[in-house]
């Protein structure tokens, strides 16, 4: 539901209403708590209710006329679909990118064990170049990357912070090479600017993986949807928050609403155990947290 031009007591008194309910979901004061989780009711305004196309409905919501528009980089700008897993973004950013018309390209990782780790020899023998494939990590590129001219993308490392090339810095693809990927900044101090995004090494930080080892990929994810941790630090006009599943983690659900500038601006679609359309979802909040800082 958009506000009423013309009306701006309404404004206010819609701003003031979704501003409390933020404030309450951060706290953790909306819905009833059991042991730091608590179902909350999302209001009817805020909702995407079609059951049978729910994702397309969310989409034309963040990116209305999506192929009109694909090739303006200030469309992309403010926009996002945000959900809770690596899983769930993968499956949007796929659905998203199977409606530009231009060729696909795939690039592929070259991967090896560090050789400066004490148990190389061990390892080396233990991880194959085709194991190391298909480890995937938080801020790591995947082994096999799909491209478009066209496709919105976002750095996982820093290339050169004096030129806005940052880790989280969202870009438009503008041609595929071999070695080079052309975009232009989307966000931060230089929107506008085109740059040459190399391929790069990156060493595996995530202690989640049983071994050390680099990657040589082009430092980028595509970003239509991203992770609810990732947009952190954004500031959005249109927001879709998708959960097919609730968010798993302290203040994720507060993260993922503060993102967006306004009530307007903001969709949710909610899928059930039983894949149904929901308007209720898990909010994490340890208040523990609160005490200790306090």
Request: charged share 20%; hydrophobic share 35%.
């Amino acid at each position: 539901m958009r506000l009423q031009t013309g009306s701006p007591d309404k404004n206010l008194n819609d701003m003031r209403e979704f501003y409390e309910w933020l404030l309450k979901i951060g706290n953790g004061d909306d819905g009833e708590d059991f042991d730091g989780e608590a179902t909350i009711e999302v209001p009817d305004e805020m909702l995407i209710k079609d059951q049978e196309n729910g994702l397309a409905k969310l989409v034309e919501f963040v990116y209305p006329n999506f192929l009109e528009n694909s090739t303006d980089p200030n469309f992309f700008q403010e926009r996002a679909i945000l959900s809770p897993t690596l899983i769930d973004v993968a499956m949007i950013n796929e659905y998203l990118m199977s409606f530009i018309l231009e060729d696909e390209r795939t690039y592929l990782s070259s991967n090896t064990i560090c050789k400066e780790d004490a148990n190389f020899q061990n390892e080396e023998d233990t991880y194959s170049p085709d194991i190391l494939n298909t480890f995937t990590t938080s801020g790591l590129p995947n082994h096999k990357l799909n491209f478009k001219v066209g496709v919105l993308v976002m750095l996982l490392w820093n290339i050169d912070q004096s030129n806005g090339l940052c880790n989280g810095t969202r870009l438009l693809i503008k041609k595929l090479g071999n070695h080079i990927i052309e975009a232009k900044i989307l966000s931060g101090n230089n929107i506008g600017q085109t740059v040459l995004i190399p391929r790069m090494t990156m060493t595996t930080s995530s202690h989640t993986l049983p071994v050390k080892f680099k990657r040589r990929q082009f430092p980028m994810v595509r970003c239509f949807a991203v992770t609810i941790n990732k947009s952190q630090g954004q500031t959005l006009s249109h927001v879709g928050i998708h959960l097919p599943r609730p968010v798993f983690s302290h203040g994720n659900l507060y993260v993922a609403l503060s993102r967006v500038k306004s009530k307007q601006g903001l969709k949710f679609l909610i899928i059930d155990d039983a894949g149904q359309i929901s308007n209720k979802t898990t909010n994490m909040v340890f208040k523990e947290v609160f005490h200790r800082l306090s």
